[in-house]
């Protein structure tokens, strides 16, 4: 059977009728992944045994009359930055390689409760930093919609899994855009929560004040839907938002937007997009104001610096996050590998015996080695924004334009409801076209970090397509309105399929 035109919701329908199995739709992924994912490259690990057995235990549930969650029976992948207990967790990184979680990050929790079945965990560009899944430590991720593409990052393997047909759903994490562009160069839909919607307990945090986990789903309702299960406070992230679980309403999935007012911001529109990208995002919001929308141009003044805030305030946070890995609590160290022992003796450091290295060889040898070259990058930048001397000339000052970034949002939200953007200044590239080019590479996230600066929700979904390559559309609203978003994305999403 092939199931390509699935979404959470039609499943649901489906097997409440007793029309679909869980397990059918279940060895359907399986079967995918098993031809395809050796190429492709979207999961790191996969738990056909377990996943198989939970379909057939839901089935019998299901055949019982019981209702095991709004999720019963479906079939999700999880990035591997998010801790899935029993299993391993690499965040993409060598120096996680064997580390094996030992609980439940908060949101997994949530969908286990909920009924629905983890198919495995995902790649991702090491510890999510990166924009096209190149910087895996274990090899890149392709673009299902064409191979010779990047599929987006940092949640690279969570929108090829979604996009090729490996899941009926992904978690992804967002920090400075790794949800929403993967997503848009995927064709698929991604949305990041306001900053405290979703817990980001069993995490592996990137940017603390910037992190968030979200959906990356086939349709907007999906991806509602699967927020209202993930969202929530959580007595472990104190970041949480008390009370605030987001929950649908009908009014979301009405398709009527009469009156509503959508936001243009004019920096988002002109140097480095391609005019092929803003073609399509310009008839989007023409399309959204023949269903009745109202559009105004609105200005985000400080959008410039969004990208050299983002660069500041994101290493320095990545460098403390990033110190536990040392060598010796966690995952990968010299002092356990021969590789260890024949480096430091090329280093004439010390002699040929594990036994001798002191604790600071220890740190080094195994930070050296466990961490690429992007993750030891951004540690560097990070610990010299934070170093005295520099902290208030970098960090601190990157910390006021933040602020003024917020502000921007804060006065625009006060003439609009929603904000419209491309998600990506550009159509997908191809593998090694930026890998060479860090600047080149950080500039994909111009239209995206200024949200996670802000704290304030987005959507992508798909606008189009340029010679077979898909355009996301992004939407931004005001802190805790992703109502707004669903509705408008939903309304969009309407038109776009008619
Ligand atoms: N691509 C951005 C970066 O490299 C965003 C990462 C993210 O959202 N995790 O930092």
Known sequence: MIFSNM?????????????????T???????NISKENKDLNAYL??????????????????SRGENPGVLA????????????????????????ENYVASYDATVVRKLKDAGAIILGKTNLDEFAMGSSCEQSAFGPTKNPRNREYVPGGSSGGSA????????????????????????????IVGLKP????????????????????????KNVYDAALLLSVISGHDVNDATTLPGEKFELNEDMFSGNIEGLKIGLPQEYFIEGIDSRVGQIIEKASKDLEARGAKLYPVSLPHTKYGLATYYIILPSEASANLARFDGIRYGYSVARTEQGRSARTEQGRSANNSSDKNMWDIFIDSRSHGFGDEVRRRIILGTFALSSGYYDAYYNKAQLVRALIRRDFIEAFKKVDV???????????????KT?????????????????????PGISLNAGEVEGLPVGLQLLAANKNEDILVKVANAYEQIYNQ
Do not use: H, W
Not at 7 to 21: G, V
Not at 160 to 187: H, K, N, Y
């Open 194 to 217: 306001t900053y405290g919607r979703v817990s980001r307990s069993g995490l592996i945090a990137l940017a603390s004040s910037l992190d968030q986990i979200g959906p990356m789903t």
């Open 436 to 456: 060479d080019d860090p600047l080149a590479m950080y500039l994909a996230d111009v239209y995206t970090v200024s949200a996670n600066l802000a704290g304030i």
């Open 25 to 31: 739709l279940v060895d359907y992924y399986l079967d």
């Open 160 to 187: 090829c899994a979604v996009a090729g047909e490996f899941a009926l759903a992904a978690l992804g994490s967002d920090t400075g855009g790794s949800i929403r562009q993967p997503a848009s160069l995927c064709g």
């Open 7 to 23: 979404t959470i919701k039609k499943a649901r329908e489906l097997m409440d009728n007793n029309e679909l199995k869980s397990s």
């Open 419 to 433: 904000l419209l953007t491309p998600t990506s200044p550009t159509l997908p590239f191809k593998f090694g076209e």
């Open 73 to 96: 029976g479906i079939p999700i992948a999880v990035k591997d930055n998010i801790l899935v207990r029993g299993y391993n967790a690499t965040a993409g990184s060598k120096i996680l």
């Open 45 to 62: 690990s996969v738990f056909s045994d377990e996943a198989r057995r939970e379909a057939l235990e839901t089935d019998e549930r299901l």
